[in-house]
Protein backbone atom coordinates (compact mmCIF):
# COMPACT_ATOMS: atom_id res chain seq x y z
CA UNK A 1 0.00 0.00 0.00
CA UNK A 2 2.77 2.41 0.70
CA UNK A 3 4.16 1.49 -2.28
CA UNK A 4 1.34 2.68 -4.30
CA UNK A 5 1.02 5.64 -2.40
CA UNK A 6 4.90 6.75 -3.34
CA UNK A 7 4.00 5.92 -6.88
CA UNK A 8 0.97 7.79 -6.48
CA UNK A 9 2.79 11.26 -5.38
CA UNK A 10 5.83 11.03 -7.53
CA UNK A 11 3.63 11.06 -10.39
CA UNK A 12 1.74 13.83 -9.48
CA UNK A 13 4.76 15.41 -9.04
CA UNK A 14 5.56 14.71 -12.15
CA UNK A 15 2.59 16.03 -13.77
CA UNK A 16 2.65 19.27 -12.19
CA UNK A 17 6.05 19.47 -13.19
CA UNK A 18 4.36 19.09 -16.85
CA UNK A 19 1.84 21.36 -16.22
CA UNK A 20 4.06 24.37 -14.75
CA UNK A 21 6.20 23.99 -17.47
CA UNK A 22 3.49 23.98 -20.03
CA UNK A 23 2.24 27.33 -18.88
CA UNK A 24 5.60 28.83 -18.45
CA UNK A 25 6.50 28.22 -21.90
CA UNK A 26 3.22 29.11 -23.31
CA UNK A 27 3.70 32.61 -21.66
CA UNK A 28 7.66 33.29 -22.56
CA UNK A 29 6.93 32.11 -26.11
CA UNK A 30 3.56 34.02 -25.97
CA UNK A 31 5.79 37.37 -24.82
CA UNK A 32 8.60 36.46 -27.17
CA UNK A 33 6.18 36.39 -30.34
CA UNK A 34 3.99 39.56 -29.64
CA UNK A 35 7.16 41.09 -29.47
CA UNK A 36 8.70 39.80 -31.89
CA UNK A 37 5.84 40.04 -34.28
CA UNK A 38 5.37 43.81 -33.53
CA UNK A 39 9.34 44.42 -34.30
CA UNK A 40 9.03 41.68 -37.51
CA UNK A 41 5.61 43.96 -38.75
CA UNK A 42 7.79 47.05 -38.15
CA UNK A 43 10.81 45.64 -39.54
CA UNK A 44 8.64 44.57 -43.06
CA UNK A 45 7.33 47.59 -42.91
CA UNK A 46 10.77 49.48 -42.77
CA UNK A 47 12.34 47.38 -45.82
CA UNK A 48 9.40 47.47 -47.91
CA UNK A 49 9.20 51.55 -47.79
CA UNK A 50 13.01 52.07 -48.09
CA UNK A 51 12.66 49.48 -51.48
CA UNK A 52 10.03 51.54 -52.79
CA UNK A 53 11.83 54.61 -52.13
CA UNK A 54 14.62 53.15 -54.10
CA UNK A 55 12.68 52.43 -56.83
CA UNK A 56 11.92 56.11 -57.32
CA UNK A 57 14.75 57.27 -57.23
CA UNK A 58 17.52 54.79 -58.48
CA UNK A 59 20.28 56.67 -58.08
CA UNK A 60 20.21 55.92 -54.39
CA UNK A 61 22.55 52.47 -55.71
CA UNK A 62 24.96 54.80 -56.14
CA UNK A 63 24.96 55.98 -53.02
CA UNK A 64 25.47 52.67 -51.64
CA UNK A 65 29.43 53.40 -50.40
CA UNK A 66 28.33 56.09 -48.14
CA UNK A 67 25.33 53.59 -46.56
CA UNK A 68 28.42 51.55 -45.78
CA UNK A 69 30.10 53.84 -44.08
CA UNK A 70 27.39 54.77 -41.84
CA UNK A 71 26.78 50.58 -40.87
CA UNK A 72 30.57 49.99 -40.10
CA UNK A 73 30.31 52.96 -37.75
CA UNK A 74 27.34 51.83 -36.27
CA UNK A 75 28.93 48.44 -35.47
CA UNK A 76 32.59 49.96 -34.60
CA UNK A 77 30.57 52.28 -32.30
CA UNK A 78 28.50 49.53 -30.25
CA UNK A 79 31.83 46.92 -30.58
CA UNK A 80 29.65 44.73 -32.54
CA UNK A 81 32.19 44.20 -35.00
CA UNK A 82 33.17 41.24 -36.56
CA UNK A 83 31.44 38.74 -34.44
CA UNK A 84 27.84 39.71 -34.15
CA UNK A 85 26.13 38.01 -36.95
CA UNK A 86 23.36 34.77 -37.57
CA UNK A 87 26.34 32.97 -36.54
CA UNK A 88 26.37 34.22 -33.05
CA UNK A 89 22.72 33.56 -32.31
CA UNK A 90 23.07 29.49 -33.71
CA UNK A 91 26.26 29.20 -31.11
CA UNK A 92 24.30 30.67 -28.68
CA UNK A 93 22.17 28.31 -28.56
CA UNK A 94 24.38 25.46 -28.65
CA UNK A 95 26.73 26.65 -25.98
CA UNK A 96 26.67 29.00 -23.06
CA UNK A 97 26.84 32.28 -24.75
CA UNK A 98 25.00 35.37 -24.27
CA UNK A 99 23.04 37.54 -27.02
CA UNK A 100 23.88 41.79 -26.81
CA UNK A 101 20.66 43.46 -26.92
CA UNK A 102 22.20 45.75 -28.16
CA UNK A 103 22.70 44.02 -31.70
CA UNK A 104 18.87 44.56 -32.11
CA UNK A 105 18.99 48.23 -33.17
CA UNK A 106 22.27 48.23 -34.83
CA UNK A 107 20.96 44.99 -36.98
CA UNK A 108 17.67 46.43 -37.68
CA UNK A 109 19.24 49.65 -39.08
CA UNK A 110 21.92 48.45 -40.77
CA UNK A 111 20.06 46.26 -43.30
CA UNK A 112 17.42 48.81 -43.42
CA UNK A 113 20.21 50.89 -44.53
CA UNK A 114 21.77 48.27 -46.48
CA UNK A 115 18.33 48.47 -48.87
CA UNK A 116 17.88 51.61 -49.32
CA UNK A 117 20.97 52.26 -50.91
CA UNK A 118 20.65 48.44 -52.83
CA UNK A 119 22.84 46.26 -51.51
CA UNK A 120 22.37 42.68 -52.38
CA UNK A 121 20.67 40.79 -49.55
CA UNK A 122 17.89 39.44 -47.78
CA UNK A 123 15.79 40.40 -44.13
CA UNK A 124 16.38 36.55 -42.50
CA UNK A 125 19.24 37.00 -41.15
CA UNK A 126 18.30 40.07 -39.56
CA UNK A 127 15.46 38.47 -38.43
CA UNK A 128 17.30 35.99 -36.97
CA UNK A 129 19.49 37.93 -34.89
CA UNK A 130 16.41 40.40 -33.99
CA UNK A 131 14.81 37.51 -32.88
CA UNK A 132 17.89 35.97 -31.02
CA UNK A 133 18.06 39.18 -29.10
CA UNK A 134 14.83 39.49 -28.31
CA UNK A 135 14.53 35.72 -26.82
CA UNK A 136 18.13 36.12 -25.09
CA UNK A 137 16.63 39.30 -23.49
CA UNK A 138 13.27 37.98 -22.08
CA UNK A 139 15.03 34.71 -21.30
CA UNK A 140 17.26 36.80 -18.39
CA UNK A 141 14.40 38.80 -17.18
CA UNK A 142 13.15 36.05 -16.39
CA UNK A 143 15.71 34.39 -14.73
CA UNK A 144 15.84 31.32 -17.11
CA UNK A 145 18.45 28.54 -16.42
CA UNK A 146 21.50 27.94 -19.24
CA UNK A 147 19.61 25.36 -20.67
CA UNK A 148 16.54 27.03 -21.03
CA UNK A 149 18.23 30.31 -22.20
CA UNK A 150 18.65 28.06 -25.41
CA UNK A 151 15.21 27.24 -25.70
CA UNK A 152 14.20 31.23 -25.39
CA UNK A 153 16.48 31.76 -28.30
CA UNK A 154 15.29 29.31 -30.27
CA UNK A 155 11.67 30.37 -29.39
CA UNK A 156 12.92 34.30 -30.61
CA UNK A 157 14.09 33.11 -33.99
CA UNK A 158 11.06 30.84 -34.67
CA UNK A 159 8.65 34.39 -33.65
CA UNK A 160 10.88 36.67 -36.10
CA UNK A 161 11.39 34.34 -39.22
CA UNK A 162 7.74 33.74 -38.99
CA UNK A 163 6.57 37.79 -38.75
CA UNK A 164 8.69 37.99 -41.98
CA UNK A 165 7.71 35.68 -44.06
CA UNK A 166 3.60 34.52 -42.82
CA UNK A 167 4.93 30.58 -42.07
CA UNK A 168 4.30 29.95 -38.83
CA UNK A 169 5.49 26.16 -38.83
CA UNK A 170 8.26 26.40 -41.34
CA UNK A 171 10.00 28.78 -38.42
CA UNK A 172 9.39 26.50 -35.82
CA UNK A 173 11.06 23.70 -37.71
CA UNK A 174 13.37 25.89 -39.00
CA UNK A 175 14.86 27.60 -35.21
CA UNK A 176 14.95 23.56 -33.94
CA UNK A 177 16.19 21.89 -37.16
CA UNK A 178 18.87 24.68 -38.07
CA UNK A 179 21.46 24.41 -35.41
CA UNK A 180 22.48 21.00 -35.23
CA UNK A 181 21.67 19.26 -38.76
CA UNK A 182 21.09 15.58 -37.59
CA UNK A 183 19.43 16.87 -34.45
CA UNK A 184 15.92 18.18 -33.83
CA UNK A 185 15.43 19.91 -30.29
CA UNK A 186 11.69 18.40 -29.75
CA UNK A 187 11.71 20.58 -26.48
CA UNK A 188 11.72 23.78 -28.58
CA UNK A 189 8.73 22.55 -30.09
CA UNK A 190 5.88 23.38 -27.59
CA UNK A 191 7.71 27.15 -26.95
CA UNK A 192 8.27 27.77 -31.30
CA UNK A 193 4.88 27.01 -32.25
CA UNK A 194 3.76 29.54 -29.96
CA UNK A 195 6.05 32.21 -30.52
CA UNK A 196 5.42 31.30 -34.06
CA UNK A 197 1.76 31.31 -34.39
CA UNK A 198 1.46 34.59 -32.11
CA UNK A 199 4.00 36.73 -34.35
CA UNK A 200 2.01 35.17 -37.41
CA UNK A 201 -1.12 36.88 -35.76
CA UNK A 202 0.28 40.25 -35.00
CA UNK A 203 1.62 40.39 -38.27
CA UNK A 204 -1.66 39.54 -39.63
CA UNK A 205 -3.68 42.42 -37.67
CA UNK A 206 -0.72 44.92 -38.43
CA UNK A 207 -1.90 44.52 -42.41
CA UNK A 208 0.76 42.49 -43.64
CA UNK A 209 0.07 39.33 -45.76
CA UNK A 210 1.61 35.96 -45.59
CA UNK A 211 4.33 35.16 -48.36
CA UNK A 212 2.46 32.82 -50.50
CA UNK A 213 2.14 31.34 -54.64
CA UNK A 214 -0.94 29.64 -56.52
CA UNK A 215 0.97 26.94 -58.53
CA UNK A 216 -0.89 25.94 -61.39
CA UNK A 217 0.56 23.56 -63.73
CA UNK A 218 1.46 20.94 -61.75
CA UNK A 219 2.65 18.02 -63.80
CA UNK A 220 1.39 14.25 -63.14
CA UNK A 221 3.03 12.30 -60.83
CA UNK A 222 4.91 9.73 -63.58
CA UNK A 223 8.14 8.65 -63.07
CA UNK A 224 9.34 10.98 -66.44
CA UNK A 225 8.24 14.08 -64.10
CA UNK A 226 10.14 12.72 -61.14
CA UNK A 227 12.95 12.07 -63.16
CA UNK A 228 12.87 16.21 -64.18
CA UNK A 229 12.49 16.99 -61.17
CA UNK A 230 15.13 15.05 -59.64
CA UNK A 231 17.41 17.06 -62.31
CA UNK A 232 16.08 20.24 -60.68
CA UNK A 233 17.08 18.59 -57.15
CA UNK A 234 20.97 18.02 -58.31
CA UNK A 235 20.85 21.29 -60.27
CA UNK A 236 19.90 23.33 -57.01
CA UNK A 237 22.73 20.86 -54.78
CA UNK A 238 25.50 21.99 -57.19
CA UNK A 239 24.58 25.98 -57.56
CA UNK A 240 23.83 26.26 -53.49
CA UNK A 241 27.62 25.05 -52.78
CA UNK A 242 28.55 27.37 -55.27
CA UNK A 243 26.97 29.72 -53.28
CA UNK A 244 27.93 28.98 -49.90
CA UNK A 245 31.65 28.73 -51.69
CA UNK A 246 31.38 32.24 -53.15
CA UNK A 247 29.97 34.41 -50.47
CA UNK A 248 33.12 32.64 -48.38
CA UNK A 249 35.79 33.64 -50.50
CA UNK A 250 34.54 36.57 -51.32
CA UNK A 251 34.47 37.43 -47.39
CA UNK A 252 38.39 36.19 -47.14
CA UNK A 253 38.97 38.13 -50.20
CA UNK A 254 37.65 41.33 -48.65
CA UNK A 255 39.02 40.85 -45.21
CA UNK A 256 42.77 39.95 -46.39
CA UNK A 257 42.19 43.14 -49.03
CA UNK A 258 41.00 45.59 -46.96
CA UNK A 259 41.82 45.08 -43.58
CA UNK A 260 40.72 48.49 -42.38
CA UNK A 261 36.02 48.20 -41.86
CA UNK A 262 35.42 51.48 -43.58
CA UNK A 263 37.86 50.53 -47.25
CA UNK A 264 35.90 47.30 -47.52
CA UNK A 265 32.19 48.56 -47.59
CA UNK A 266 33.53 51.50 -49.35
CA UNK A 267 35.22 49.33 -52.17
CA UNK A 268 32.50 46.47 -51.89
CA UNK A 269 28.90 49.20 -52.15
CA UNK A 270 31.67 50.84 -55.15
CA UNK A 271 31.79 47.39 -57.24
CA UNK A 272 27.67 47.06 -56.55
CA UNK A 273 27.92 50.51 -57.94
CA UNK A 274 29.22 49.74 -61.21
CA UNK A 275 27.31 46.97 -61.52
CA UNK A 276 24.12 48.32 -61.21
CA UNK A 277 25.42 50.83 -63.83
CA UNK A 278 26.08 47.64 -66.34
CA UNK A 279 23.45 45.86 -65.54
CA UNK A 280 20.55 47.82 -63.79
CA UNK A 281 18.80 47.47 -60.70
CA UNK A 282 17.50 43.77 -61.19
CA UNK A 283 19.71 42.72 -58.54
CA UNK A 284 19.57 45.23 -55.87
CA UNK A 285 17.95 44.83 -53.13
CA UNK A 286 15.88 41.34 -52.01
CA UNK A 287 14.59 41.39 -56.20
CA UNK A 288 10.79 39.83 -54.87
CA UNK A 289 9.06 41.18 -57.90
CA UNK A 290 11.56 38.93 -60.10
CA UNK A 291 11.15 35.82 -57.61
CA UNK A 292 7.27 36.14 -58.17
CA UNK A 293 7.51 36.39 -61.90
CA UNK A 294 9.42 33.41 -61.86
CA UNK A 295 6.83 31.51 -60.15
CA UNK A 296 4.32 32.57 -61.27
CA UNK A 297 4.54 33.05 -64.58
CA UNK A 298 7.93 31.06 -65.52
CA UNK A 299 9.90 34.10 -66.61
CA UNK A 300 13.47 34.66 -65.82
CA UNK A 301 16.60 35.48 -67.82
CA UNK A 302 19.36 32.57 -68.22
CA UNK A 303 22.23 34.47 -66.23
CA UNK A 304 19.75 35.87 -63.40
CA UNK A 305 21.13 33.04 -60.72
CA UNK A 306 24.79 33.57 -61.85
CA UNK A 307 24.36 37.47 -61.15
CA UNK A 308 22.50 37.18 -57.56
CA UNK A 309 25.04 35.44 -56.38
CA UNK A 310 27.65 37.71 -57.41
CA UNK A 311 25.39 40.90 -56.01
CA UNK A 312 24.96 38.99 -52.80
CA UNK A 313 28.22 37.69 -52.31
CA UNK A 314 29.93 41.09 -52.86
CA UNK A 315 27.41 42.70 -50.75
CA UNK A 316 27.42 40.52 -47.71
CA UNK A 317 31.52 39.70 -47.78
CA UNK A 318 32.03 43.18 -48.28
CA UNK A 319 30.61 43.81 -44.70
CA UNK A 320 26.59 44.82 -45.42
CA UNK A 321 23.89 43.53 -43.88
CA UNK A 322 20.88 41.07 -44.15
CA UNK A 323 20.92 38.33 -45.21
CA UNK A 324 21.25 35.86 -47.66
CA UNK A 325 17.84 33.49 -47.45
CA UNK A 326 15.86 35.52 -49.83
CA UNK A 327 18.66 35.88 -52.38
CA UNK A 328 18.54 32.09 -52.24
CA UNK A 329 14.93 32.23 -53.14
CA UNK A 330 16.20 34.19 -56.11
CA UNK A 331 18.59 32.24 -57.23
CA UNK A 332 16.74 29.24 -56.78
CA UNK A 333 13.49 30.04 -58.91
CA UNK A 334 15.50 32.04 -61.59
CA UNK A 335 17.53 28.81 -61.80
CA UNK A 336 14.53 26.65 -61.79
CA UNK A 337 12.28 28.52 -64.72
CA UNK A 338 15.53 28.38 -66.55
CA UNK A 339 16.53 24.91 -66.55
CA UNK A 340 12.70 23.87 -66.29
CA UNK A 341 12.18 25.00 -69.77
CA UNK A 342 15.35 23.62 -71.11
CA UNK A 343 14.28 20.21 -69.73
CA UNK A 344 10.82 20.33 -70.62
CA UNK A 345 9.26 21.09 -67.39
CA UNK A 346 6.56 23.93 -66.87
CA UNK A 347 9.02 26.65 -65.71
CA UNK A 348 6.74 28.33 -63.03
CA UNK A 349 6.78 24.92 -61.56
CA UNK A 350 10.14 23.96 -61.98
CA UNK A 351 10.99 27.94 -60.59
CA UNK A 352 8.92 26.77 -57.47
CA UNK A 353 10.91 23.50 -56.80
CA UNK A 354 14.20 25.51 -57.42
CA UNK A 355 13.62 27.51 -54.90
CA UNK A 356 12.64 25.01 -51.70
CA UNK A 357 15.29 22.53 -53.21
CA UNK A 358 18.03 25.58 -53.30
CA UNK A 359 16.81 26.44 -49.33
CA UNK A 360 17.21 22.93 -48.26
CA UNK A 361 20.75 23.13 -50.04
CA UNK A 362 22.34 25.74 -48.44
CA UNK A 363 20.22 25.63 -44.82
CA UNK A 364 20.44 21.94 -44.50
CA UNK A 365 16.87 21.49 -43.35
CA UNK A 366 14.93 19.11 -45.32
CA UNK A 367 11.78 19.02 -42.96
CA UNK A 368 11.78 22.85 -42.57
CA UNK A 369 11.70 22.77 -46.39
CA UNK A 370 8.82 20.36 -47.03
CA UNK A 371 6.66 22.19 -44.40
CA UNK A 372 8.09 25.86 -46.39
CA UNK A 373 6.86 24.09 -49.43
CA UNK A 374 3.61 23.48 -48.18
CA UNK A 375 3.11 26.50 -46.65
CA UNK A 376 3.79 28.75 -49.61
CA UNK A 377 2.69 26.35 -52.90
CA UNK A 378 0.02 24.22 -50.90
CA UNK A 379 0.78 20.05 -50.38
CA UNK A 380 -0.73 19.32 -54.08
CA UNK A 381 3.21 18.63 -55.71
CA UNK A 382 4.59 17.96 -52.05
CA UNK A 383 6.02 14.66 -53.53
CA UNK A 384 7.32 16.31 -55.99
CA UNK A 385 9.15 19.04 -53.61
CA UNK A 386 10.32 15.93 -51.69
CA UNK A 387 12.22 14.51 -54.63
CA UNK A 388 14.04 17.67 -55.03
CA UNK A 389 14.87 18.38 -51.56
CA UNK A 390 16.47 14.70 -50.36
CA UNK A 391 18.33 15.23 -53.71
CA UNK A 392 19.44 18.71 -52.72
CA UNK A 393 20.01 18.00 -49.01
CA UNK A 394 22.05 14.80 -49.69
CA UNK A 395 24.49 15.97 -52.69
CA UNK A 396 24.57 19.48 -51.01
CA UNK A 397 27.22 18.32 -48.76
CA UNK A 398 28.92 20.48 -45.30
CA UNK A 399 28.16 23.18 -47.22
CA UNK A 400 25.95 25.91 -45.54
CA UNK A 401 25.10 29.45 -45.08
CA UNK A 402 25.94 29.55 -41.11
CA UNK A 403 29.24 27.93 -40.30
CA UNK A 404 28.16 27.85 -36.74
CA UNK A 405 25.90 24.95 -38.23
CA UNK A 406 26.58 21.91 -36.66
CA UNK A 407 26.57 18.83 -38.90
CA UNK A 408 26.26 15.81 -35.71
CA UNK A 409 25.31 12.94 -38.34
CA UNK A 410 26.89 11.95 -41.66
CA UNK A 411 24.07 12.80 -44.73
CA UNK A 412 25.50 9.49 -46.50
CA UNK A 413 25.27 7.41 -43.39
CA UNK A 414 24.73 6.86 -39.98
CA UNK A 415 27.50 8.16 -38.37
CA UNK A 416 28.42 10.63 -35.92
CA UNK A 417 30.17 13.54 -37.28
CA UNK A 418 30.15 16.71 -35.31
CA UNK A 419 31.51 19.30 -37.53
CA UNK A 420 30.74 22.43 -38.63
CA UNK A 421 29.44 23.73 -41.75
CA UNK A 422 31.55 24.72 -44.27
Same mark, same amino acid.
Given at each position: ?E? #?K?T?????V??????I??F????I @?A? %????G????????Y???????F????????Y?????????A #??????KL???AD???I???V????K?PL???????L????T?????? !??R????L??G?????A? +?????????D?HL????G??G?????????L %???????E???????????????I?????A???T??CGL??????????? !??????????A??G???????? !????TL??I???AV??????????I?GG????LL????G???NG? +?????? @?A???G??????F?M?I?F %? !????????K????I???????TM?A?L?S????P?A? @????G???????V???PIA???????? #????????FA??V??SYM?????????????I?SK???????????
Amino acid at each position: MEG #FKNTVRHDAVRVRQYIISFFKWTLI @AAL %TGGIGGGLGAGFRYAVNFVTEFRGQYAWLCYLLPVGGVVIA #FLYRATKLSGHADTNLIINSVREEGKVPLRLAPVIFLSTVITHLFGGS !AGREGAALQLGGCIGSAI +GRAVRLGEKDMHLAVMCGMSGLFSALFGTPL %TAAIFAMEVISVGIIYYSAFLPCIVSALTAYGVTILCGLDPVAFELTQIP !ALTVPAILLVAVIGIAAAIVSM !AFCITLEQIHKLAVKLFKNEYLRVIVGGSVIALLTLILGTRYNGT +GGVTIE @AAINTGDALPYDFIMKILF %T !AITIGFGYKGGEIIPTFFIGSTMGAVLGSLIGLPPAF @AAAIGMVALFCGVVNCPIASLVLSVEL #FGSEGLLFFAVAVCLSYMLSGYYGLYSGQKIIYSKRRARYINRNAK
